[in-house]
């Protein structure tokens, strides 16, 4: 089942090219794949029964490479499975948002599937070179998105991303090799890994550790290796960045509660001063420059940092000593957050393609007053920044809380990016006010407003972010068992 879920969207890749003279077609393809996709991540999520301290569940393993230690081996449990379900929303809204895309739809739409088969086989990977694989593929995938259907300066934007991203792979690539040598017998089997911690009491396991902190912090990114991103984001299709924010950037926290914590325990709880640090640096100073930001989608770029960033910082205060309920719920908040603001910034990506289809900017000057000619986008937009500052009642809240109260019982210091949720507040409510309110100015006076592919992308993300915020329960409750397995490993 959970290879079907890996290969499918492949399969529809390969269909959508055979179709690729009838745009039509390749539309309607492209949409049905990924509603596919939905409901099987739905019976995936469905028929999921916790599995034992340190287990998976829909485990599948083939032999691959056997002579050094790698198979095909995938399988699911609380940390991944709502990251393949966000996975597939995601595409899904991306495919609706694209239903009236008439530029080269067919390679753009198998592109696009090629990257969901890439995110759900990273978020399954239970081996380091299959994990590899998929992280290098979606750069692949990625840089041939912007590339091909960006705006602005986006070949130059692409090949940063794609640079960027690349030296960061082979950092990964490194701590891999660190973490088979030390293995005995070698292997890139994560559970058998878990069980030997090779590198345990060896004080090789911190430069280890380094190298894939390095690479999955560029993916994430973080403060000071957030520098590919804006561009990237700002020269992006609106679906592209959708894909980026919503998935591919969770490609690089999923890392750490997947191989960084589990994997090199020892020398995590010795990088916890350091990775504090870069949390509330990346909270703070995400916030600030989105702040200062006068684009409306390089603002938005900019928010991921900040909030990428509140992920880094309870990861971090997870490793350190104290009780174990408070690091399990900084765990639990983080993996929220992953899921959280995949949909809500999704959405925002998603909304801010709009204005730059209708009016070729995102220059929050060039607007004012647009709520009178453009009430809908209005009224979406003004719910997906309220979700995405945390006001109760939205994914965000449920997160950013468990976020706070866990880092905060954990390594009280934490709280210097509190006041990362204030500025936040005011870059959005000042975002709302220079394109939303006053009389129409600019490119606002008869600017159309959201059509019907456009309202449901955006808005069946809302929808869910709103489901999380008021009955997190279930999701929680997936979650929960994982982090505290994950703090046992840790130990401290």
């Known amino acids: ?48 029964r916790t599995p034992g301290a340190d287990g998976l569940a829909y485990e599948e393993r083939l032999r691959w490479i056997p002579n050094v230690g790698s ?40 592109l696009f599937l090629f990257l969901e088969a890439t995110s759900v086989g990273l978020f399954a990977a239970q081996d380091l070179i ?37 030296l960061g792979s082979l950092a990964l690539l490194l701590g891999f090799i660190g973490l088979y040598l030390g293995a005995a017998p070698h292997t890139f089997d994560i559970p058998e890994l878990l069980r030997a911690q090779p590198l345990r009491g060896n004080p090789a396991g911190l430069w280890v550790l380094g190298a894939v902190v390095v690479g999955l912090a560029i993916k994430t990114p973080t403060v000071p290796f957030h520098t590919w991103l804006p561009p990237a984001h700002t020269d992006a299709p609106a679906t592209g960045s959708a894909v980026l924010a919503g998935v591919l950037l969770k490609m690089g926290t999923y890392g750490f509660v997947r191989i960084a914590m589990p994997l090199l325990p020892d020398a995590w709880r010795a990088w916890v001063p350091a990775l504090v640090a870069v949390g509330v640096v990346s909270v703070l100073y995400g916030a600030l420059v989105a702040l200062a930001q006068s684009d409306l989608k390089r603002m938005i770029a900019y928010t991921s940092v900040n909030h990428m960033g509140y992920i880094v910082l309870a990861l971090a205060a997870a490793g350190a000593g104290g009780s174990p309920a408070a690091r399990e719920t900084a765990v ?68 950013e809380f468990q976020i706070f109260a866990g880092s905060i019982g954990a390594v009280p210091l934490t709280a210097l990016a509190l006041p990362g949720i204030l500025i936040t507040a005011a870059l959005f409510l000042r975002a709302l006010q220079r394109v939303f309110t006053g009389e129409p100015r600019g490119k606002s006076p008869g600017l159309a407003d959201l059509r019907t592919a456009e309202a449901w992308s955006a808005g069946g993300l ?11 329960v279930p999701l929680l409750d997936t979650i929960s068992p994982a982090s505290a397995s994950l703090v046992s490993l840790l130990g401290g």
Request: include cysteine.
């Open 71 to 110: 198979s095909y081996h995938v399988g699911v449990d609380g940390l991944s499975l709502p990251l393949i379900s966000l996975t597939a929303v995601i595409f899904l809204a991306c495919a609706v948002y694209d239903w009236g895309a008439r530029d080269r739809p067919a390679p753009r739409a198998a």
């Open 1 to 48: 089942m959970l290879s079907l879920a890996i290969l499918f969207p492949l399969a529809a890749a390969v269909a959508v090219l055979l179709s690729a003279r009838r745009g039509g077609m390749a539309r309607a393809l492209f949409l049905g794949a990924t509603a596919v996709e939905v409901v099987l991540t739905a019976v995936l999520w469905a028929v999921y």
């Open 332 to 399: 639990t908040g983080a993996v929220t957050q992953m899921v959280s603001h995949g949909l809500i910034t999704g959405a925002l990506f998603l909304l801010a393609g709009v204005l730059h289809s209708r009016a070729g900017t995102y220059d929050m000057g060039a607007f004012g007053g647009l709520a009178s000619s453009a009430p809908r986008f209005a009224a979406f937009f003004a719910v997906a920044a309220f979700a995405s500052l945390g006001l109760p009642g939205f994914s965000g809240f449920i997160a």
């Open 462 to 472: 809302l929808v869910l972010s709103v489901l999380i915020g008021l009955v997190p």
């Open 130 to 166: 299959l994990f590899f694989l998929f992280f290098d593929l979606s750069i692949v995938g990625m840089y041939f998105v912007i590339a091909g259907w960006g705006h602005g300066d986006k070949a130059r934007s692409a090949l940063k991303f794609f640079l960027y991203t690349f």
